[in-house]
């Protein structure tokens, strides 16, 4: 049985006249009388008595005819959630970003994705860049937006944006007198720090190591899975910590932090994506709004 040997039945039965049922799928009445003769002949039942040059539906027929309609509905509503899909009218994406970005740079950008394709379902998980690409990889996202560094052949990476990494401290610690400070400085404070994995202590370590330091030799005295358990503990003891300028700016306009004189890379927020998978048109969508000024 295919679809058109369904649709044609219905469109027969409901008007019990196989010429107006032909004009209304468009098709010619040959084509129709052949398509429920074969569906009659192919499952042995008879669907119409033939009286005189009208038709009428048998007892099976008749029996037929709803489960007939139900399943062109079926197909029908089928058919309209793949338009509507291609249109970005109806659909869903899930998206995986690690902290930073999805703490204050994915929100205004989600915000203006709903705006344009408010049909469209989005799911945002939060982990850290190793996680991300961990979930993109498999499969469990279709698209993910970290701001570490991501080494994996399977992932395309493209940068969406640049961000500053900045050391701050509370107001009564020894580096917020503003004064310079050099690579060795960075080995007399105590520190809180992002736990390993997170994109922000990758930068960080890479900073390190670009002048001769290796991490390890700072003293941490504690790692917290999110930035504002480390802006908490910085507000609230003698340590020096490591963060995004955008998670740091509030805080610092307030001044409750101060920001050390000691210049870190820019680092960059990018997008990623598996280069296998087809990606859909809702992600393509929020590609190209990501790439918007």
Known sequence: MTIEQLVIFVAVAER???TRAAEAIRLTPSAVSSSIKKLEAFYGVALFN???RRIELTGEGQAFLAEARAT??????AELMLSEMGGLERGSLSIHASQTVASYWLPPLLMRFHARYPGIDLS????NTASVAHAVREGIAEIGFVEGRVDDGALSVTPVADDALQIVTAPDHAWA???????????LSTWVLRETGSGTRQAFEQALL???IDLQHLKVVLTF????AVLSATRAGPCAAVVSGIAAESQLHEGLLVKANYRLPTRRFTLLRHKERRASRATE???AISRER
């Open 16 to 18: 019990e006249h196989l």
């Open 50 to 52: 033939r009286v005189g």
């Open 72 to 77: 062109v509905a079926r197909i029908q509503a």
């Open 124 to 127: 945002l998980t939060i982990g």
């Open 177 to 187: 007198d503003g004064r310079l400070l050099k690579p060795k400085d960075l080995l």
């Open 210 to 212: 670009a002048e001769g």
């Open 225 to 228: 899975p999110s930035n504002e």
């Open 285 to 287: 969508a929020l590609i």
